[in-house]
């Protein structure tokens, strides 16, 4: 069974604090995607990272997918309360190409 | 462009009782995947359907569960005979077509099993 692991579990932050997420796993993944949650609501789609050292920034989001494909980070700079959610990385393995395996989350909140 | 819908958003239902959980793809889409999410945990993988056919079922439970994607109408997660344990946030998503392309999620359904 593969198995994506996040952390920090928990993270509180105060607004304008930088933050980084970490996604581990000991598989290899063809592609690997961030989501964000909100409380109630489905996984929203941050981005999608295929290249292995890919790195890919969306405003103040930088992500960036391991040489080796199995790890990836998520760092948000300059932290907002509109940042708080539940962050869950995704993967793709070479074998399922269509299923998602979810990490267990990271849950940030962004304090004033 | 609707997204994905899934009705109903909140489903309550009594012990023995089933459960059926409505996913309506976005437009265009032919392929649609259903994960549960217990509380205070990521999501799961339960099945894969395109229009007509079960693709992967690997993480749907041995009994009681079953889904299907029928050529015309949303695709349907039944549950029979629930339990507590089956109470959970159950989400779809669409894909427009499969392999490396992007899900789609929709709000989900909480089901409480009382």
């Known amino acids: 069974t593969q198995l994506l692991e996040q952390s920090p579990q928990f993270l509180s932050i105060q607004e304008g604090e930088n933050l980084t997420v970490y996604c581990n796993s000991s598989?290899?993944?063809?592609?690997l995607q961030w989501y964000r949650q909100e409380p109630g609501e489905g996984p929203v789609l941050l981005v999608t990272?295929?290249?292995?050292?890919e790195v890919k920034k969306l405003k103040r989001l930088t992500f960036q997918f391991g040489d080796a494909r199995k790890d990836s980070s998520l760092h948000i700079t300059a932290a907002q309360p509109g940042d708080t959610g539940l962050y869950l990385c995704?993967?793709?393995?070479?074998?399922?190409?269509?299923?998602?395996?979810f990490g267990t989350g990271t849950r940030l909140q962004v304090t004033l | 462009n609707a997204g994905v819908m899934q009705n109903p958003r909140h489903l309550v239902r009594r012990r023995g009782q089933e459960a059926r959980l409505r996913c309506s793809p976005m437009?265009?889409?032919?392929?649609v995947y259903w994960y549960r999410q217990l509380p205070e945990e990521g999501l799961k993988f339960m099945v894969y359907?395109?229009?007509?056919?079960?693709?992967?079922e690997s993480g749907m439970p041995k009994e009681r569960f079953s889904a299907e994607f029928p050529k015309e109408g949303p695709s349907i997660l039944r549950i029979q005979q629930v339990v507590r344990g089956d109470s959970a946030a159950y989400f779809c998503?669409?894909?427009?077509?499969?392999?490396?392309?992007?899900?789609?999620f929709g709000p989900g359904t909480r089901l409480t099993v009382l």
């Open positions: 998503a669409s894909s427009l077509v499969q392999g490396t392309d992007t899900q789609y």
């Open positions: 359907l395109q229009k007509e056919n079960i693709i992967d």
């Open positions: 598989s290899v993944f063809s592609s």
């Open positions: 995704a993967g793709k393995n070479t074998g399922t190409a269509s299923k998602l395996t």
């Open positions: 990272v295929v290249t292995g050292g």
């Open positions: 437009k265009g889409h032919s392929h």
